[in-house]
T-cell receptor, first 115, second 111 residues
Framework: DVKVTQSSRYLVKRTGEKVFLECVQD?????MFWYRQDPGLGLRLIYF???????EKGDIPEGYSVSREKKERFSLILESASTNQTSMYLC??????????????FGSGTRLTVV | QKEVEQDPGPLSVPEGAIVSLNCTYS??????FMWYRQYSRKGPELLMY????GNKEDGRFTAQVDKSSKYISLFIRDSQPSDSATYLC???????????FGGGTRVLVKP
């Protein structure tokens, strides 16, 4: 019954490494999103995509990039990991539409620690 | 100032009590209002969805939206220990699919 799968639950990387976080959904959703969740700051939108090969910046895109080569897969890339990118990363997907009628389906999250 | 404000708690209640959660927001363009529940080490899951003002009930859960006051609430009746989780409010505008989330309220229901 898995719908949104994030490739890793826990990840430890070194400062300066290039990090790839993968997200796959099996619901044929058009929209996909990457958020990070930090205590006291809630969920903050990093990037989102409404279609294949399409991407838009969210509220905190600095230090991140994304890739969406296939409809079901949305990858978050940390170009050069830094300690302030230690966080819980959540991927979500939703049906296409001009309004958020259906809400999001979230993955279980990837807890990334940068040392 | 954040667009969506939510008391972080924790909110501790005895089993069987009513849990009352709320969020305030500043952007009058929000038209869609949702509540998500997040258990520890899990992703959030959608609990309730409401469009514009009014009430919506689903089992033990009631969501209320007061757009004139820019205030939304979630009530959980007959609370159970399994309701212990973090509850996040989320809001969307009339066009587009982005949601803006509150910071979450941690709830603990004690047996």
């Amino acid at each position: 019954d898995v719908k949104v799968t994030q490739s890793s639950r826990y990840l430890v990387k070194r400062t300066g490494e290039k990090v790839f976080l993968e997200c796959v959904q099996d619901m044929d959703h058009e929209n996909m999103f990457w958020y990070r969740q930090d205590p006291g700051l809630g969920l903050r939108l990093i990037y989102f995509s409404y279609d294949v090969k399409m991407k838009e910046k969210g509220d905190i895109p600095e230090g991140y990039s994304v890739s969406r080569e296939k409809k079901e897969r949305f990858s978050l890339i940390l170009e050069s990991a830094s300690t302030n990118q230690t966080s819980m990363y959540l991927c979500a997907s939703s049906l296409y539409g001009r309004t958020p009628n259906y809400g999001y389906t979230f993955g279980s999250g990837t807890r990334l620690t940068v040392v | 100032q954040k667009e969506v404000e939510q008391d972080p708690g924790p909110l501790s209640v005895p089993e069987g009590a009513i849990v009352s959660l709320n969020c305030t927001y500043s952007n009058s363009a929000f038209q869609y209002f949702m509540w998500y529940r997040q258990y520890s080490r899990k992703g959030p899951e959608l609990l309730m969805y409401t469009y514009s003002s009014g009430n919506k009930e689903d089992g033990r859960f009631t969501a209320q939206v007061d757009k004139s006051s820019k205030y939304i609430s979630l009530f959980i009746r007959d609370s159970q220990p399994s309701d212990s989780a973090t509850y996040l409010c989320a809001m969307g505008k009339a066009a587009g699919n982005k949601l803006t989330f509150g910071g979450g309220t941690r709830v603990l229901v004690k047996p």
